[in-house]
């Protein structure tokens, strides 16, 4: 065990997650734990919902930050995340590297270099956990500097109980959103429709099965693997596709994708 966790600051942090009665102070117990095991770049609580947009608990993002990334992200982009697509499934990891979980050409996709490259985080951990049956909790902790070592891993993954926890008691100390529930829930509804009908009047199904995955930063090769078709079906499917929309690229595919959905 590292000495960091003998000493009397470890202690006190988590005398103080144990006394934290609201969201705020919870995070910012839990955040405190954390940087005492791992050097970190910036944190952010994510709650992610079937039915609903995503919410944001918490997060260390300077404002101008915050309304570049997050606000953008909470405006549609999120369908496109591997992180949210982890978060719903059934099986997920309760800790993960998220660059391990995305699509194989994701760091090639547009909605990286939109929503991912200009954080400039160079690793990220994530901490998942579900909270009932339709919400997942993330806990996304990122390094700007260089990528978390062995030792920093084995801290993350010793100390994965309490902020497990933390999270949990974060989630149940949140406030009541009442009635903002029912709008997010509709405006999650359209843009989940605008995502699965986009180019519903030029292309295929299947065509827009594809589409969907190229937009979530799959290679030909992991669009073949994942339909369990040929990748020069795919490679045919992409060229119909993009002659119907009228585009020549992966960028204009994605500014498509996001024009469609500020009409939502």
């Avoid at 470890?10 to 005398?15: G, P």
Wanted: proline content about 3%; overall charge neutral; some cysteine.
């Amino acid at each position: 065990m590292s000495a960091s966790f003998h000493s009397p600051e470890w202690q006190a942090a988590i005398a103080r997650l144990v006394r934290a009665d609201d969201i705020a102070s919870v995070c910012a117990a839990l955040i405190e734990a954390i940087g005492l095991a791992v050097n970190h770049e910036g944190t952010c609580l994510l709650a992610f919902h079937h039915n609903e947009t995503p919410e944001v608990l918490h997060h260390t993002i300077e404002p101008a930050g915050a309304r570049h990334y997050l606000d953008r992200y909470l405006a549609g982009p999120y369908l496109l995340d591997p992180l949210y697509q982890l978060a719903l499934s059934a099986s997920k990891p309760s800790l993960c590297r998220f660059r391990e979980q995305s699509p194989d050409r994701f760091r090639s996709s547009e909605y990286y270099r939109q929503y991912c490259e200009r954080t400039h985080l160079l690793d990220e951990m994530d901490f998942l956990l579900d909270v009932d049956a339709s919400t997942a909790l993330v806990l996304v902790v990122g390094r700007r500097e260089r990528m978390f070592g062995k030792a920093e891993l084995r801290r993350l993954y010793l100390i994965e109980p309490v902020v497990r926890a933390a999270m949990f008691k974060a989630w149940q100390l949140r406030p009541a959103t009442g009635g903002v529930q029912q709008d997010k829930a509709g405006v999650h509804q359209r843009l989940t429709h605008c995502f699965e009908h986009f180019g519903e009047n030029m292309l295929t199904d299947r065509e827009r099965e594809i589409t969907r995955l190229l937009l979530r930063g799959h290679s030909v090769k992991s669009v073949a693997r994942e339909l369990d078709i040929a990748a020069g079906t795919v490679m045919v499917h992409k060229r119909n596709l993009f002659a119907k929309l009228g585009i020549t690229s992966q960028y204009e595919l994605f500014s498509r994708f996001i024009e469609t959905l500020s009409d939502y």
